[in-house]
């Protein structure tokens, strides 16, 4: 039974110092992910030397022997304090005087292995603790040195994590917390041992420290402590333009950055939890934008009683194959949705008359040939020796008139009518839902108020006439639009040889255009 206790507490210490080692070699095939990780494989490799030397020192039942294994414990041993400092410096974002670190590491290492005039041990007793055989030591001055340099790390090392752990954002917390603790716990086992508090008097500190050597793999590897990331990604969220909201499985509000909060005045802390139909109730396109999921192009989104256009993007949140939630970015394209407004606006209107232009009018013949089921007509208007007025008064007169003429033409027409300057000093108004008789009269009354029209230029008043040509398109046909234009510049053609200030084709409201 005392035997296979001690079976027992080697295999045991010895199967930890395996896996430190083996993580200690993990650690350095990693260390391109983190810049800490050779430290930390380092400091692992020093632990597993102490854990398995400690391991075989307990079985030994002569001083010779367990002498030999506590040779091998100190070449772990003296390096810990030191890498603890350094890797507590990496935390604070402090360099290390690494050189200067290791004085006293080697000194233990020279001092422990050779015991040149007993600076390190005075005495070595064997005493039995049934069923261990332990060495007994009188310290001389280099391992009080050594002993005080581990209790200075550790101690170091605590108040760095728990100091930092103030400044921290909340996300990196835990991360100094763990750490903290993993410092704290071999100084109450080193506490604990030198006491003569542990049992059997055996030195608890190889397994103690080796679960701080757990904790700190878990930490830089699993928690990320000392790679930028985490920091990065917390500021990239809180300062990024688009807004992002993020919520569970259930869409309840888990998180947003500033950028939304400032966007959407109905959040703050007091909604996080909170249903996203609820928290947006005025907003019903965000909880249905989260539904959908993917990418919704441009959602309009009443922000501070302003209509704002958002491309929205919802993506599920997954880590290691599970899914956590969803996060929603909405970044404001409202800039962009006006300025292809105004281009489209532009691209489409006359900048003289301030009317469309020929494309425009295209686009909407284009349109609606392939759409109306009902006629509509065409009319091409062209004033009456237009040439005159720019020979006679100059350009700026000619140019006072044709956005007089349009402003005339446009007064009398509805919303869904498109008038154009076609070109020169001619105009075209397209009519959907107007057939050739009622186009006819159309052209009657622009005609007739064009030519009542007075335009004032430098004192002078300006009168004018126009020439109207009108086509009709009929539901049933499959003419082009292009047809349509040229029998319209046939028909002006024709009033413009009938006497301008006239109409074709003449017929029916003939008449009409005479009374
Ligand atoms: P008609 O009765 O046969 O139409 O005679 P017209 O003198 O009006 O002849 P036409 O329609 O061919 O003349 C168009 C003139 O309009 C020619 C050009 O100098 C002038 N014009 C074209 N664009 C502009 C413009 O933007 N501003 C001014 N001021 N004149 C223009
Ligand atoms: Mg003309």
């Not at 005339?408 to 027409?413: A, D, E, T």
């Amino acid at each position: 039974m005392a035997i296979s206790l001690v079976v027992l507490v080697r295999l045991f210490l010895s199967g930890v110092a395996c896996v430190i080692f083996l993580m200690a070699m993990v650690a350095w095939r990693r260390r391109a992910h983190s810049h800490e990780a050779h430290i930390l494989a380092l400091l692992m490799l020093s632990v597993s030397a102490y854990c398995f030397g400690s391991a075989q020192e307990l079985a030994q039942t002569s001083l010779p022997q367990a002498m030999f294994w506590l040779h091998v414990e100190y070449l772990g041993i003296p390096w810990i304090p030191a890498l603890w400092i350094i890797l507590a410096h990496r935390h604070a974002g402090r360099r290390s005087p690494i050189l200067l670190l290791l004085i006293i590491p080697v000194l233990t290492l020279v001092g422990q292995w050779t015991n040149l005039y007993n600076l390190y041990d005075t005495s070595i007793t064997f005493v039995l603790h049934d069923p261990f055989w332990i060495v007994t030591v009188q310290r001389g001055p280099i391992a009080l040195l050594n002993l005080a340099y581990l209790f200075g790390a550790l101690f170091y090392g605590n108040t760095v994590y728990f100091w930092k752990y103030r400044t921290l954002p909340a996300l990196l917390r835990w991360q100094a917390i763990l750490m903290g603790i993993a410092s704290t716990f071999p100084l109450l086992a080193y506490l604990v041992y030198l006491c003569g508090w542990s049992p059997w008097g055996l030195d608890i500190a190889p397994l103690v420290i080796s679960m701080s050597g757990f904790v700190s793999y878990y930490v830089v590897f699993r928690l990320e402590l000392f790679d930028l990331m985490p920091m990065a990604r917390a500021m990239v969220f809180k300062n990024m333009r688009d807004a992002v909201l993020v919520t569970n499985l259930h869409y309840r509000l888990v998180d947003f950055n500033t950028a939304a909060g400032t966007l959407l005045p109905m959040l703050d802390a007091t909604r996080l939890g909170t249903d996203v139909d609820s928290v947006f109730a005025q907003i019903p396109a965000i909880g249905k934008a989260f539904r959908a999921q993917g990418t919704s192009k441009d959602v309009s989104i009443q922000v501070h009683h302003e209509e704002r256009h958002f491309d929205v993007s919802v993506f599920a949140l997954m880590q290691d194959r599970y899914q956590y939630g969803w996060a929603m970015i909405l970044a404001d394209i409202t800039d962009q949705v006006h300025m292809v407004e105004n281009l489209q606006i532009q691209a489409e209107t006359d900048p003289l008359t301030g009317v469309a232009n020929r494309r425009a009018l295209v686009a909407a013949m284009e349109q609606d040939l392939r759409a109306l089921d009902e006629p509509f007509s065409l009319l091409l208007i062209d004033i009456d020796h237009f040439k005159q007025i720019n020979d006679r008064l100059g350009h700026r007169a000619g140019d006072l008139v044709l956005h007089a003429v349009a402003a005339q033409i446009g007064r009398g027409l509805r919303t869904k009518d498109l008038l154009c300057r076609y070109g020169g000093d001619e105009f075209a108004v397209f009519l959907p839902g107007i057939e050739l008789a009622q186009a006819l009269d159309v052209a009657e009354r622009i005609r007739r108020a064009t030519e009542h029209a007075q335009i004032e230029f430098n004192g002078e008043i300006l009168r004018v006439t126009i020439s109207v040509g009108v086509a009709e398109h009929l539901p049933n046909s499959d003419e082009h639009w292009q047809q349509m234009l040229e029998r319209a510049d046939q028909e002006l053609y024709s009033a413009k040889t009938h006497g301008r200030n006239c109409i074709e084709p003449v017929g029916k409201p003939a008449a009409l255009r005479l009374g």
